[in-house]
């Protein structure tokens, strides 16, 4: 049987942030920051095993339709924002946008758990994300 060769790389990736508040308009502050850059990266329920775990089950339930979508082959970027509370908002595909794989990637991302939050100085705050994966064609 020909084997599947199937690498999850874990990638963190941030973009640009910026903070809006108009003072004339509230007295409640609204904390708009998206971070690029934190001291502590948010993160998936118990690590990066648990996150390649959780992956793998994942391309392994799709993996026919996958492989019949030659499109699926080769990397897959996404990003993604994680919230205070560790919600996963703004999910989108960078690369392979419209391949299966691309799909199942963004799905599996958007209905997973929560993940644990960013951290910057002490306080949780929303940070971006990026995620990669590989699936590589059978060996011949």
């Known amino acids: 049987m020909k084997k599947l060769i199937l690498?999850?790389?874990?990638?963190?990736?941030?973009?640009?942030?910026?903070?809006t508040s108009d003072t004339a308009k509230s007295t409640i502050p609204v904390d708009s920051t998206v971070f690029t850059k934190v001291d502590v990266e948010a993160s998936f329920p118990g690590g990066e095993q648990e996150w390649n775990k959780y992956i793998q089950k994942v391309v392994e339930r799709n993996i026919?339709?996958?492989?019949?979508?030659?499109?699926?082959?080769?990397?897959?970027?996404?990003q993604f924002i994680v919230d205070k509370e560790g919600y996963v908002t703004n999910v989108e595909a960078l690369t392979l946008k419209n391949s299966v794989l691309a799909k199942v990637f963004v799905d599996a991302v958007k209905n997973g758990p929560r993940w644990n939050p960013a951290q910057q100085n002490g306080r949780f705050v929303k940070a971006w994300r990026r995620q990669k994966v590989t699936i590589l064609p059978p060996e011949k």
């Open 7 to 19: 690498a999850i790389f874990i990638f963190f990736a941030f973009t640009a942030n910026a903070q």
């Open 64 to 78: 026919d339709r996958i492989m019949k979508n030659k499109a699926s082959l080769g990397t897959c970027e996404i």
